[in-house]
């Protein structure tokens, strides 16, 4: 037997075994399956441009060796590349969520960057810290945006073209093995001083609508776009994953979270192709400017705030527009997701 037979009945069958362990017999079978089709598909392919160029078919058998070797190699490196890239983002270099302490000579704040889904972990780490300002009489300024009437929401929903499911963190969390943003671990910490700064429903829909008048003066929002909705094709992902590949679903998943929030070039390309980049801007450039004009004129002279990760540097930029002095003077990083796959 020749040595690529032999490699590829090696490679081929490592993959069946490793799909036997992760899903079962069914999916061997369609494994096996899957390689008779596209052997059957690429061999005709093969024997038409053979036939069309007038040149001497290649024998089936013959065939089979190449085009089996190819494609567990092919396999091979794919699962490596993957391999890697999952050891990479989330063991060698996961992200982190910068804590940072801005100042102007006149207030000091300190900007918790967020995700809304991490790790237990870091949101202990970022409640220790809320605890030990507080100790020291700074106040909280938390980001939250509040409910609006049943017509709004659904004018929200239909504009950023999701489903926003008020439990759709919770549910991407178990894809992700971790933990939804629970802001009520960061309230009452050794004082009440704790205040919401952000916007309604309600609020983003004026300014929308306020926005994209010629758009919307005569059609409604309504007939935009159909709405997705991703809580359900979460849910039903879950309920047909069985446990190891959930596991191995969350191995990717982490890995994948790790690499967004360390790319922002990326992170926006893919929230511009999934939200309505009109609504997009209102979610965050005009709520950039709600907690910059808080921090402002709010009469302390020590903000600690814990805002979503996208709108640091927008209000940071209004902050330095409004007075030059305003810096980063120190940066702190934390793991989004520590102790992985524990």
Same mark, same amino acid.
């Given at each position: 037997?020749?040595?690529?037979?032999?490699?590829?009945?090696?490679?081929?069958?490592?993959?069946?075994?490793?799909?036997?362990?992760?899903?079962?017999?069914?999916?061997?079978?369609?494994?096996?399956?899957?390689?008779?089709?596209?052997?059957?598909?690429?061999?005709?392919?093969?024997?038409?441009?053979?036939?069309?160029?007038?040149?001497?078919?290649?024998?089936?058998?013959?065939?089979?060796?190449?085009?089996?070797?190819?494609?567990?190699?092919?396999?091979?490196? +794919? /699962? @490596?590349?993957?391999?890697?890239? %999952?050891?990479?983002? *989330?063991?060698?270099?996961? $992200?982190?969520?910068?804590? #940072? +302490? /801005? @100042?102007?000579?006149?207030?000091? %704040?300190?900007?918790? *960057?967020?995700?809304?889904? $991490?790790?237990?972990?870091? #949101?202990?780490?970022?409640?220790?810290?809320?605890?030990?300002?507080?100790?020291?009489?700074?106040?909280?300024?938390?980001?939250?945006?509040?409910?609006?009437?049943?017509?709004?929401?659904?004018?929200?929903?239909?504009?950023?073209?999701?489903?926003?499911?008020?439990?759709?963190?919770?549910?991407?969390?178990?894809?992700?093995?971790?933990?939804?943003?629970?802001?009520?671990?960061?309230?009452?910490?050794?004082?009440?001083?704790?205040?919401?700064?952000?916007?309604?429903?309600?609020?983003?829909?004026?300014?929308?609508?306020?926005?994209?008048?010629?758009?919307?003066?005569?059609?409604?929002?309504?007939?935009?776009?159909?709405?997705?909705?991703?809580?359900?094709?979460?849910?039903?992902?879950?309920?047909?994953?069985?446990?190891?590949?959930?596991?191995?679903?969350?191995?990717?998943?982490?890995?994948?979270?790790?690499?967004?929030?360390?790319?922002?070039?990326?992170?926006?390309?893919?929230?511009?192709?999934?939200?309505?980049?009109?609504?997009?801007?209102?979610?965050?450039?005009?709520?950039?400017?709600?907690?910059?004009?808080?921090?402002?004129?709010?009469?302390?002279?020590?903000?600690?705030?814990?805002?979503?990760?996208?709108?640091?540097?927008?209000?940071?930029?209004?902050?330095?527009?409004?007075?030059?002095?305003?810096?980063?003077?120190?940066?702190?990083?934390?793991?989004?997701?520590?102790?992985?796959?524990?």
């Amino acid at each position: 037997m020749e040595n690529k037979n032999i490699v590829s009945i090696l490679l081929l069958s490592s993959f069946a075994a490793l799909l036997f362990y992760i899903s079962g017999w069914v999916a061997v079978l369609e494994f096996f399956l899957f390689l008779a089709l596209y052997a059957a598909i690429f061999y005709g392919a093969w024997s038409l441009i053979n036939f069309f160029r007038k040149t001497t078919r290649t024998d089936i058998w013959e065939f089979l060796e190449k085009f089996f070797f190819r494609l567990s190699l092919s396999l091979a490196i +794919t /699962l @490596s590349l993957v391999v890697t890239f %999952v050891f990479y983002h *989330t063991i060698f270099y996961p $992200a982190t969520l910068p804590l #940072y +302490t /801005l @100042s102007n000579w006149e207030k000091t %704040v300190h900007f918790q *960057t967020m995700s809304h889904i $991490a790790s237990q972990a870091f #949101y202990l780490q970022v409640q220790s810290n809320i605890y030990q300002a507080k100790k020291n009489n700074w106040v909280l300024f938390f980001e939250w945006v509040r409910p609006g009437s049943s017509e709004n929401e659904d004018k929200f929903n239909q504009a950023l073209w999701i489903d926003f499911a008020p439990w759709l963190y919770d549910n991407l969390s178990e894809l992700y093995w971790v933990v939804a943003q629970d802001n009520d671990m960061f309230l009452w910490l050794v004082n009440n001083k704790d205040y919401n700064i952000d916007v309604s429903i309600d609020d983003i829909i004026e300014i929308y609508e306020e926005k994209n008048k010629n758009q919307t003066q005569n059609s409604s929002l309504l007939q935009n776009k159909n709405v997705v909705d991703i809580n359900w094709d979460v849910i039903k992902v879950l309920s047909e994953l069985n446990p190891r590949e959930l596991q191995l679903i969350r191995y990717f998943n982490q890995s994948f979270l790790n690499f967004i929030l360390k790319n922002e070039g990326f992170r926006n390309k893919m929230l511009e192709l999934a939200w309505n980049p009109d609504i997009f801007s209102v979610i965050v450039e005009d709520r950039n400017k709600v907690l910059a004009n808080a921090i402002l004129e709010s009469e302390e002279s020590n903000i600690f705030v814990i805002y979503w990760l996208m709108h640091f540097s927008g209000v940071l930029k209004i902050l330095q527009s409004n007075d030059p002095n305003w810096k980063i003077i120190e940066t702190k990083n934390y793991n989004v997701i520590s102790d992985p796959w524990m």
